[in-house]
């Protein structure tokens, strides 16, 4: 059985046997990202825990010009006694590791950790001036690249929002359109059940 490396297992194994990008899918640049009916709803309930920064794995696949994401998932089982606010992308690299390999024992080699996703401590949406810092870190960090993405969620008036972004060669970071699948838009019901207000 051919086993194809992942993005979890080079960045955190340091693995550099057998790994092929998808050639065929990685031509076009991407410029769109879709969420999945599990993603949206990950992010979601994310939303519900204020007071700390929020962030975790993205995975899905490109097709097109289109990050398909399929899953999103927290950032791990971190200890909060080590936990350092200024660096709000820790992932914990068995947790990815973990997540890696089930989906792709379930979905295949085509499902990968797509990129990260961050809600700010008080869980609402923020402007890009706030968010460049961000950008900045999850860039030297190589959490967003051309081929992956980084989300930032958050609520604004009452309904989630999400700003997406792929960086490119020589510090461009590149906007990208978000789509929900259609029936699972968050709407202010189910923000006013998970704060209480």
């Avoid at 993205?58 to 990050?67: A, C, P, V």
């Avoid at 810092?133 to 999400?162: N, Y």
């Avoid at 019901?189 to 207000?197: A, D, M, Q």
Wanted: hydrophobic fraction near 40%.
């Amino acid at each position: 059985m051919l086993f194809r490396l992942g993005r979890a297992h080079r960045r955190f194994l340091g693995l550099a046997g057998e790994w092929s990008p998808d050639l065929e899918n990685s031509v076009m640049p991407i410029d769109a990202v879709r969420l999945s009916v599990q993603a949206a709803q990950c992010l979601h309930s994310q939303l519900s825990v204020p007071g700390a920064f929020r962030s975790g794995p993205l995975f899905g696949h490109r097709d097109d010009g289109i990050l398909h994401v399929a899953y999103a998932a927290p950032a791990g089982y971190l200890r909060w006694t080590d936990h350092d606010a200024t660096q709000p992308f820790t992932l914990d690299p068995g947790y990815v590791l973990g997540w890696t390999d089930a989906l792709r024992t379930v979905h295949g080699p085509s499902i990968d950790w797509v990129g990260t996703w961050l809600s700010f401590p008080d869980t609402l949406a923020a402007d890009r001036a706030t968010q460049q810092p961000l950008i900045e870190q999850a860039r030297a960090g190589l959490l967003v690249e051309d081929d992956t993405a980084l989300l930032f969620v958050g609520w604004k008036r009452h309904e989630v929002e999400v700003h997406a972004y792929a960086a490119f060669a020589e510090d461009q970071v590149r906007t990208l359109a978000v789509a929900w699948a259609p029936e699972t838009t968050p709407t202010s019901h189910s923000r006013e059940e998970g704060t209480g207000s």
